[in-house]
């Protein structure tokens, strides 16, 4: 598992918990946009037979996340409003290098942070006062994004060498780290 270099504050969980109808809404909004990224992924690079097949797995079981947080906001009689940027993922994706090799790389690892990231804060929903059912469903959620931080960072691996992984893993985390101390506190995911 990658390792974060800050952890999530209270004051999130906080912000979570006293609206946990908006967190449903965006939780779901991430699930569809994972799946998608997934499938982006496959659409960009073809002829990389591995990832497309990981990625095909993640597509499919992001898009499930997706229907059953959505059956989640549909018992709560709660819709979708217009769709926005996530602050987080947008920060994280302004700091992707050019060229495209670099590109390629820096997705890869920026997607394991993120799952990891998701991870994180999934695991701490699990141990949260929400009520048996839902920390259930977040430890079982917390176990597919360490799953899924685990498959990007193996295909960098596969696909760059070590020596180019590494160091640009530790510079993206340095940077992760930085945008998720900035960040105001918000019921959402990110």
């Known amino acids: 598992m990658i390792a974060l270099r800050c952890v999530t504050s209270n004051a999130w969980l906080d912000a979570v918990v006293a609206d ?12 569809r946009k994972a799946s998608a990224v997934a499938l ?3 659409t960009h690079y ?3 037979k591995r990832l497309v097949r990981a990625m095909m797995d993640i597509a499919r079981e992001e898009l499930d996340h997706y229907d059953q947080v959505y059956r989640r906001m549909e018992e709560q009689g ?3 409003g217009p769709d926005t940027r996530d602050p987080y993922v947008g920060s994280l994706r302004s700091q992707l290098r050019q060229g495209s090799e670099h590109y390629f790389l820096d997705r890869l690892i920026a997607g394991g942070i993120v799952e990891a990231r998701g991870h994180e804060r999934f ?8 009520g ?5 469903f977040y430890r079982g959620l917390a176990a597919s ?7 990007f960072i193996d295909l960098a691996h596969e696909y760059f060498p070590a020596d180019e992984v590494n160091p640009r893993c530790e510079e993206l985390l340095t940077i992760e780290a930085e945008i998720v101390t900035e960040l105001p506190f918000r019921a959402a995911l990110h």
Request: proline share 7%; charged share 20%.
């Open 46 to 48: 073809p002829d990389r």
């Open 78 to 80: 709660l819709t979708f």
């Open 40 to 42: 982006s992924l496959i």
């Open 145 to 151: 994004e360490a799953r899924h931080a685990e498959t």
């Open 20 to 31: 946990f109808d908006a967190f449903l809404i965006d939780h779901a909004a991430n699930e």
């Open 123 to 130: 695991s701490l929903l699990a141990a949260a006062p929400i």
């Open 132 to 136: 048996a059912p839902l920390q259930a």
